[in-house]
């Protein structure tokens, strides 16, 4: 196969770019866009590469982000091929950020240049919001982006994001929100004692099962028609000190809240510390919110996308709020309507990361589609 999305994706893959590092990515992407007429900026926030290009001056806006790096290999002798070395066996393109996602952004970049050679003089302005820190601590990455748009009052009013979102086959199921995420360090403070004399001790253990039980039992809300319910789960618990025969002094907890729109972060964190003080424990909670809820309702976004999907598949995508935390969550604070489609994600993160060849030029048509259905349906 030989097509220009299968090219560029060839070429990203080639990069070595393990978070937070691009590789080169950006730069390989900027040159390619300011032949397109893009404004290129090059933000670097810490050891973070972000590049922010746009074409265009007038609403609406159109966002396509992504990120360049790619979570580590993995064993090397466990892979097929090199994960660096992009492969094609079977009709099936394989190397690390196959899936997740070169091959997205490598669509992104020829949908938009299949689209200004049919409309030179759009309306409108198109943007790309190409990051190098989504697999790794994202503090540097989108989010710092985003802050600098917003500081000067630059807003977008549609972002696909090219996250791998679909399940059996290319367009299946396409993202329209992303669950919250809320985690507290809890320490509940006890007495060190010999066990032999529990009298003159307090087992922060035994004193914190009950309240365990409630809130492991607790019902936080119902969802909604996109989101399910919300959760809570315990992912650490330590204490002791090795021996059997020493009551801890303290007890320390870390748990995390995958949350919808149906709770806030406050009511969370209300009804999680009325639990813990009920219970009459000596307790510090530290929070730390690693992102909100947001979700994008029917509307120009999602209709768009699905007519796409349906004229190259001739399926219809299912919107999902599944999984985990993706950077829809810092460009939702500029963007009135995000989401997300993208790719096969069966083999992301694992060896032998990889697409289908004919789902690159798919993608590719699926992004020009709907480029041209909201600018030109204006």
């Not at 309702?297 to 995508?317: D, I, M, Q, Y």
């Amino acid at each position: 196969m030989t097509s220009a999305t299968f090219e560029l994706a060839r070429e990203l893959i080639s990069r070595v770019s393990i978070t937070p590092n691009d590789g080169g990515c950006q730069a390989l992407l900027a040159q390619r866009l300011a032949r397109l007429g893009f404004t290129i900026e090059h933000l670097r926030y810490g050891d973070v590469d972000n590049l922010w290009a746009r074409r265009g001056s007038t609403k609406p806006l159109v966002c396509f982000a992504g990120h360049t790096d790619v979570v580590p290999t993995g064993p090397l002798d466990q892979w097929h091929s090199d994960p660096f070395q992009p492969t094609v066996r079977d009709g099936v393109l394989y190397g690390r950020g196959a899936a997740d996602m070169k091959s997205s952004i490598a669509a992104f970049v020829t949908a938009i240049e299949g689209f200004l050679a049919q409309h030179p003089d759009h309306p409108g302005s198109i943007a790309l919001l190409i990051t190098s820190d989504e697999e790794g601590v994202a503090v540097n990455g989108t989010v710092k982006v985003v802050e600098t748009l917003r500081a000067r009052g630059e807003a977008m009013d549609y972002c696909i994001i090219g996250e791998p979102s679909s399940v059996a086959v290319l367009g299946d199921t396409m993202k329209n929100g992303r669950r919250g995420s809320l985690s507290g360090d809890l320490l509940v403070r006890g007495v060190q004692g010999h066990i032999a004399y529990p009298h003159l001790s307090r087992n922060p253990i035994h004193q914190f099962a009950p309240a365990l039980a409630e809130l492991s039992a607790a019902r936080w809300d119902d969802g909604n028609e996109y989101f399910p319910p919300t959760t809570w789960q315990v992912s650490n618990i330590t204490a002791g000190t090795g021996a059997t025969n020493v009551i801890p002094g303290e007890l320390r907890v870390l748990f995390n809240f995958r949350f919808s729109t149906a709770s806030s972060e406050e009511s969370l964190k209300s009804r999680v510390q009325e639990v813990l003080d009920r219970h009459g424990l000596d307790y510090g909670l530290t929070w730390w919110l690693s992102g909100r809820p947001f979700l994008t309702p029917k509307g120009k976004l999602v209709e768009s996308l699905s007519r796409a999907v349906k004229n190259v598949t001739g399926r219809t995508p299912e919107l999902s709020t599944s999984g985990g935390t993706s950077d829809g969550r810092f460009i939702a604070d500029v963007c009135r309507e995000v989401v997300e489609l993208g790719p096969i994600n069966a083999s992301i993160h694992k060896l032998d990361e990889h697409i289908v060849l004919a789902d690159l030029d798919a993608l590719s048509r699926i992004y020009q589609f709907t480029l041209a259905d909201i600018l030109n349906g204006l």
